[in-house]
């Protein structure tokens, strides 16, 4: 079946510096989407990217959407501490489900 | 808006036990998934719901999970008889439509713990 990988699966960071969260697909997808998982919460949805190549920026925050639609990334620039948590991608199968991608989890050092 | 509402948020409960965990998603909203996350499997789509009926159960893991919908507004998720293994944080979490191009509104999750 469909697999979303995502690298790395841990990023420790110092404040102020950038961070970037890949994910992978085995197979093209029709589009991803992202979500935020906070420490002790529940995931909440930050964007979607339809289109090949797609660029969105969410303040500090910059979604890629590859050409192939076969990877996405997100990166986050001059991370601060309110965003410590774990992202997610998640990739729509050829069954219309939702795939999530393991995640990566972020620690920011104040 | 309440958002998806999820009861209880904690449950332990013995080998061997019934348990159900209920699910009310956002009004208006006609898909309905519920997700089991674990930190050695991540986040995992158990079945999904579209106008109370199932669609694809074919992540329920085996005949001792079952899922409900009896009408738009109420899901349940029954583990019978439960298992330690069956520890995890459920998540149930619905959508305007079905398919992948709608985001998914998450609840904020029952806590299990079988001991």
């Known amino acids: 079946g469909q697999q979303v990988m995502q690298i790395p699966q841990y990023q420790h960071v110092q404040e102020g510096e950038d961070f970037t969260t890949y994910c992978n697909s085995s197979t093209t997808l029709s589009n991803i989407q992202w979500y935020k998982q906070r420490p002790g919460g529940h995931p909440v949805f930050l964007i979607q990217l339809v289109k090949s190549g797609e660029v969105k920026k969410q303040k500090r925050l910059t979604f890629q959407f590859g050409e192939a639609k076969k990877n996405s990334s997100l990166h986050i620039t001059a991370t601060q501490t309110t965003d410590v948590g774990t992202y997610f991608c998640a990739g729509m199968d050829s069954s219309y489900k939702l795939i999530f991608g393991s995640g990566t989890r972020l620690l920011v050092r104040p | 808006d309440a958002g998806v509402i999820q009861s209880p948020r904690h449950e332990v409960t013995e080998m061997g036990q019934e348990v159900t965990l209920r699910c009310k998603p956002i009004s208006g909203h006609n898909s309905l998934f519920w997700y089991r996350q674990t930190m050695m499997r991540g986040l995992e789509l158990l079945i999904y719901?579209?106008?109370?009926?199932?669609?694809?159960d074919s992540g329920m893991p085996e005949d001792r999970f079952s899922a409900k919908m009896p009408n738009a507004s109420f899901s349940t998720l029954k583990i019978q008889p439960s298992e330690p293994r069956d520890s995890a944080v459920y998540f149930c979490?619905?959508?305007?439509?079905?398919?992948?191009?709608?985001?998914?509104?998450f609840g904020p999750g029952t806590r299990l713990t079988v001991t």
């Open positions: 719901f579209n106008n109370n009926v199932p669609i694809d």
């Open positions: 979490a619905s959508s305007e439509r079905t398919g992948g191009l709608y985001e998914q509104y």
